[in-house]
């Protein structure tokens, strides 16, 4: 039988570096474009003063 060969323990650990890096610069990328190009948001209207405790006075009335 023939002795199956491990890859060496420095090839590993330079895989795995390298496999880290592409992905943290993934996710950021995704982050990237995330951010600057946000499709997710809802339109923006202006708010509206007419209407909830906006226009209360803060001096209660006396009854």
Known sequence: M???KEPKLWVTV???VIGA???IG???V????TAEF?????PEA???T???IATDSPIRNKR
């Open 2 to 4: 023939e002795k199956e």
């Open 14 to 16: 330079l895989k795995l």
């Open 21 to 23: 890096i592409v992905f």
């Open 26 to 28: 993934v996710v950021g």
């Open 30 to 33: 995704l982050l990237y474009y």
């Open 38 to 42: 946000n499709t997710y948001a809802p």
């Open 46 to 48: 202006p708010p509206s």
């Open 50 to 52: 007419d209407w909830g």
